[in-house]
């Protein structure tokens, strides 16, 4: 199974940290968020990796390398300039050629979503992407309709929404989580454009009538480590998960 890991960022949230170590280096309960990351896709069968990356490329890469890469094949997809989500996805179709669903998972969450059971839901709805979301308090909400179809989404930071499948039925308003499935037939459909939000994408292929469905965690635990505020809850986390705390040091 293949996935591919985003990376590039400039973590801005995590300055002045990320000014001389990039996000995915950052430690957090003693080693890297990029090897916790690696380990849990390595769990649910993952065996191929490809990974964006941009800010201190170098150092990532060499990381990766010292760890003889995790034992896992590991591509490296190199952004000389940010493509946002949706360009760096893009800019790696090359390397999802066995026509077989993927995962795709920004660097600084961690969770305890069961990645395997969210690939089994995605398969069994035959759905083109399914989106880890949850209801939490944030600034920008994704929204449902009752068959967990994407059908808009909702700012409250501009109090703007925006509903690209008119439906009459309640919708489900939800936070994305910053995991995905997403089925290889997504790459001739993705926008000609070389820099996008993929989330923008998605809309857009909803409003087509592609089945952009919601994969909703309601007991998962789920942290966004692009904050310096959640640091030491992501330690915490890491630490109590492990009884023995030698297992995760490097």
Known sequence: MKAMILAAGLGSRL???TDTIPKPLISIAGRPLLSFLIDKLKSAGVDE???NVHHHAGKVMRYIEDNNNFGVRVEISMEKNLLDTGGGLKKAAWFFDDDQPFILHNVDVIS???????LEFHKKND????L????????RYLLFGQNNQLVGWRSTDTEK???????DEPLET???LGIHMISPAIFPILPEAEVFPIIKAYLELAKKEKRIIAYQSKTDFWLDLGRKENLQAGTDYLLSKFKDKKTIKE
């Open 112 to 118: 305890s979503i069961d990645l395997i059971r969210m």
């Open 15 to 17: 300055k002045p940290i």
């Open 132 to 139: 880890a979301v949850k209801k939490r308090k944030t600034s």
């Open 49 to 51: 990796v490809i990974i």
């Open 127 to 130: 759905a083109l992407v399914t």
């Open 174 to 176: 939800l936070s994305f």
């Open 161 to 167: 929404t925006e509903i690209v499948k008119a439906i």
